[in-house]
């Protein structure tokens, strides 16, 4: 695949975030954002999110996998990502805590089944 289909595919997946979110809050049955504000929303929520799953691996995240165990650590790293993205949402489109969680996990999974048909569209040449 050539360096420009990679800059494509990338920038693609970039601007998709903000509509993946407004999905994910008509989805939840909450008002939607403008889009640059949904786009800015998702991209804090996934760059703040990964910071802290980062973080916590290197730090807690090694304690946690060498006494408790490696899927543990996973687990605990994954869940508090995905409270910071929630928080995110609930602070930037002022939601309620239940609201927040829901349209969080939404969008996790919309972007995740994207990630996924992407990837598989990249992996077997289809490009």
Known sequence: MSLVAWLVVSLV???IQGLLLQT????AGERS???VTALFTGLMGAS??????FAFGWTV????HLFVGRTFAWIAGI???FL???TVYKLRLRLPVGASLKIAALH????WLIDGLVWGVVKHGLF
Not at 24 to 27: E, L, P, W
């Open 84 to 86: 910071v993205t929630s």
């Open 61 to 64: 995240g090694l304690l946690v």
């Open 48 to 53: 703040l999110g990964s910071i802290t799953v």
């Open 33 to 35: 954002p403008r889009f």
């Open 13 to 15: 997946m970039v601007v």
């Open 108 to 111: 996790l999974a919309a972007t």
């Open 24 to 27: 994910a809050c008509v989805a």
């Open 79 to 81: 869940g508090l990502g």
